[in-house]
């Protein structure tokens, strides 16, 4: 049996009226936008029977590589042609907007400022349904409630936590960081990390070390850095500055100086002072005993 091919789609012939109303086009054009934005003529395409659009280019400086796009048809046996549109398209080189992205695809973690308001999506996955129905509960059971963390609307599910945890472990505070692979310590052995109560706290706590990097973060159990529990260095012993001396300097002391004598004055001195030692020692042995059997 012979297949049957698909007919092909039926070209439309060029109307050359249509082709040839150029300058319909252009006036057209001009009656839109001013013939100061109007450009010359880029050509045409054949859109169907009896129905061609004209480009001309467009020549506003803020709309570099667009075109004016006018299409016009002619009625059967009509001699004039008939403006359907004009519109301005982009070329090939035309600087165009980027595509329409979703605002819930466009906001991106850091996002968010004080004020600002990002709504749960109704299905989201990483979410399920919680335990609400607690009308008629007395208060110590509502208390309990709370505390163990139920009651609320919606909780993770287990593809959001396996989705938490995969972003956690491969991020800043996980084993592969440079600075966890920079140490031999772990924080699973560390003091001051505190394990999380959830589910996820077999391989994720929080930093309580304010001197660490990841004081106040989720750290996953194998991260690590330099501020651990366990470092000791042991510092060497420093001299003592109880007798320390400045070997780099000196202080200048300004010492009071006596007035200058006269030379009497030094003669005068001189004299009192020999005989005050003339006085002191005795001449000769018998002034000697003399002095003796006087004291």
Known sequence: MTPVKAPEPVRAKPDAVCVGAVEPARDAAIEEAGAAQVG?????????????????ASAHPGYKGWRWAVTVTRASRAKT????????????????????????????????????????????PRLEPGYTDTTGAPDEVLAVVEELGLGRERVLSPSGREDAAERWYAGDFGPASPIAQAVPFKCNSC????????SLGQAFGACANEMAPGEGRVVAYDYGCGAHSDVVIEAPDHPSTEHAF???????????????????????????????????EPTSDDEVEEVAAKD
């Open 81 to 124: 042609v008939t403006v359907n549109e004009v519109v301005m398209l982009p070329g090939d080189v035309a600087i165009v907007a980027p595509e329409w992205v979703p605002w819930s695809d466009r906001v991106q973690p850091g996002d968010l400022r004080p004020g600002d308001l990002f709504p749960t999506l109704p299905e989201d």
């Open 40 to 56: 010359e003529h880029l050509g045409h395409s054949v859109e169907g029977e009896r129905l061609v659009t004209h480009y001309f």
């Open 191 to 198: 003091g001051y990390w505190i394990r999380l109560a959830d």
């Open 246 to 280: 400045d070997t780099t300097g000196y202080d200048e002391l300004a010492m009071p100086t006596a007035p200058a004598e006269s030379g009497d004055e030094v003669a005068e001195a001189d004299a009192v002072q020999a005989e005050v030692e003339a006085a002191a």
